[in-house]
């Protein structure tokens, strides 16, 4: 089976679960009408099932490389990317002032899911794009903008983020390249970026890197950094590519999977710069894009989860083994049946968790309103972390399913686990989205975590005459929940970094039921029957979860560095 774009899905959480009408009632995305945005759906779609799902095993079995300086990319790659940008789907929710479409995030978030599904190593670079352009888009002066939006929104050009140094991983601050200022007010930029993803690619007109560095005699660690952008190709005064920069990729990493991507090292030598933003203000400038690409990789993930999903039910179906049921099919078998039904469950409560943080993006924009803009920050770190993980740990099922025939790669099954696997690293190891979960977005109190289970109590209340047991089931949970995060929010720091990564999977594992409950009361009976299934089997997860919660720190440094290392 070919890989098919859930529209319908996006349709019925849109509609009946996630409330984009609220995003569409505003006066900034009013014109993002119902009819509209199905049009948009429909057609982006046709296009990953049409140009980019027969991309998806080029780029694994034809990885990126690099001859003599060149970065040559998967064959067709260039194709599917020129498809991305004539459609417009690079500058999507990007300002109409310079070529954009201005929809909503949420209608983005849809749309670059289905390219992840369809082919994750080409959907990074538009996805990388993006945030460049909304980090332009907030910080960049005029005249940068003028230059630079128009050119990444159409798709002629693409963006990088370059964070990430050898001595320099998550404790961004220990960067040491350098920014030297220059008499024309361009900055000399030097030193060395490692995992940059499509750092260089031979399909577009100039690669625009945003890069972190150190101006001269700035304070250590993060308050001294500032951004700038540093183009492949110089810009002449008519806005074209013109003199090569001082810049070049070192070498391509060799990965476990998303071969079709190329991973690069950077070499900046002097090359020339422009400031993004104040002095020293480079980490609020590259958060604005880092946030947008946490959601953006949370999509990746479930993408996955869903290609990794469809392919796995089309063996199922076709294979033959045993006998259960009246096909002979594999798909007949009760732990077949399961695997298939977990698969999809997962996967559409981490999408249906990913689109309320883009409503949430959506709102905040439209209205600026300080309760939408922390349930957005809320529900960040949750829906990257149980994105990647849910991608993870489907893709990986996805092998299961094929038995045998898993673990031989011309199936094209253990392409999917190996492409995922680095979405819970990058953007923020998903330890560190736990991390921030539990401190960052709990200095409220906890009241954005409270409001959230206000809304999950009020639906399973509302639920109780139609479906009781679900609604009794869910309206425990989020009770239970709401006591350990009132118990959580009184604990020391080191106590709440020693669980966060339970408490954010406890509290996604809620979430999940909650908006399944949802749509149980919207739905079908197909939609009823994977309600029931998600809150009757996996829900149950969150209070083993709560327990490891309740245990803080205590025993967690109970083994010496001695004890680790004993045979």
Not at 200 to 225: M, Q, W
Not at 265 to 284: I, L
Not at 307 to 319: F, W
Not at 335 to 364: F, G, H, N, P, Q
Request: net charge negative; aromatic share 6%.
């Amino acid at each position: 089976m070919p890989y098919r774009a859930p529209v319908r899905d996006y349709s019925f959480l849109f509609d009946h679960v996630v409330g984009l009408d609220q995003v569409t009632a505003t006066d900034r995305f009013a014109e993002a009408t119902p009819d509209m945005v199905e049009a948009i759906l429909n057609e982006a779609g046709r296009m990953c099932e049409e140009v980019l799902a027969p991309l998806q095993r080029n780029g694994d079995t034809h990885p990126a490389r690099l001859e003599n300086g060149v970065v040559r990319t998967s064959p067709g790659f260039d194709e599917g990317y020129k498809a991305i940008a004539e459609g417009g789907w690079v500058g999507i929710s990007a300002d109409p002032e310079f070529g954009g479409m201005g929809l909503p995030m949420t209608v983005t978030t849809a749309v670059n899911e289905m390219m992840a599904s369809a082919c994750l190593a080409l959907q990074l670079n538009p996805l990388m794009t993006q945030g460049q352009i909304e980090a332009l888009e907030h910080h960049a002066s005029d005249e940068l903008k003028a230059l630079y939006l128009p050119k990444l929104i159409s798709g002629e050009w693409c963006g990088t983020m370059n964070l990430t140094e050898p001595q320099a991983g998550s404790d961004v601050g220990a960067l040491k390249t350098k920014a030297e200022p220059q008499d024309d007010g361009t900055y000399a930029i030097t030193g060395q970026k490692i995992y940059i993803s499509w750092g260089d690619n031979d399909f577009s007109e100039n690669v625009c890197h945003l890069v972190l560095a150190r101006l001269p005699g700035a304070v250590e660690g993060t308050k001294g950094i500032s951004l700038f952008m540093v183009p492949k190709f110089i810009p002449d005064a008519d806005g074209k590519p013109g003199e090569r920069n001082d810049l070049r990729v070192v070498s391509l990493e060799h990965k476990m999977g998303l071969h079709g991507s190329p991973t690069a090292v950077m070499e900046y030598s002097g090359a020339k710069g422009w400031m993004v933003g104040p002095e020293n203000g480079g980490m609020a400038a590259m958060f604005t894009m880092m946030n947008n690409a946490r959601l953006g990789v949370g999509g990746q993930g479930i993408g996955v989860a869903e290609g990794a999903y469809q392919h796995a039910l089309a063996y199922a179906l076709d294979r033959k083994q045993g006998r259960a049921g009246g096909s002979g099919s594999i798909v007949e078998h009760a732990d077949v049946r399961r695997m298939l039904t977990e698969m999809k469950a997962e996967t559409w409560a981490a999408r249906a968790i990913a689109l309320s943080c883009a409503v949430a993006i959506d709102m905040t924009t439209a209205t600026g309103d300080a309760g939408w803009k922390a349930r957005a920050a809320f529900l960040t770190p949750i829906a990257k972390a149980f994105g990647t993980d849910v991608g993870m740990a489907v893709s990986q099922t996805g092998v299961q399913v094929h038995g045998g025939m898993g673990f031989v790669e011309e199936t094209g099954a253990a392409q999917y686990s190996r492409d995922v696997r680095v979405t819970a690293i990058y953007e923020g190891t998903n330890g560190i989205q736990a991390m921030d979960l539990v401190a960052r977005k709990m200095m409220d109190g906890g009241e954005a975590a409270g409001a959230l289970l206000d809304e999950i109590v009020a639906d399973a209340k509302s639920a109780q005459d139609d479906l009781p047991d679900m609604a009794q089931a869910v309206f425990d949970a989020a009770e239970t929940l709401r006591e350990t995060t009132d118990w959580l929010v009184a604990q020391e720091l080191q106590d709440r970094f020693a669980v966060a990564v339970p408490y954010l999977r406890a509290f996604a594992r809620v979430l999940g039921a909650g908006f399944h409950l949802r749509a149980a009361m919207k739905g079908d009976d197909p939609r009823r029957a994977l309600a029931r299934f998600y809150i009757e089997r996996m829900l149950p997860e969150h209070a083993g979860l709560l327990a490891q919660v309740r245990q803080g720190a205590d025993g967690l440094y109970d083994l010496s560095l001695d004890d680790l290392a004993a045979a």
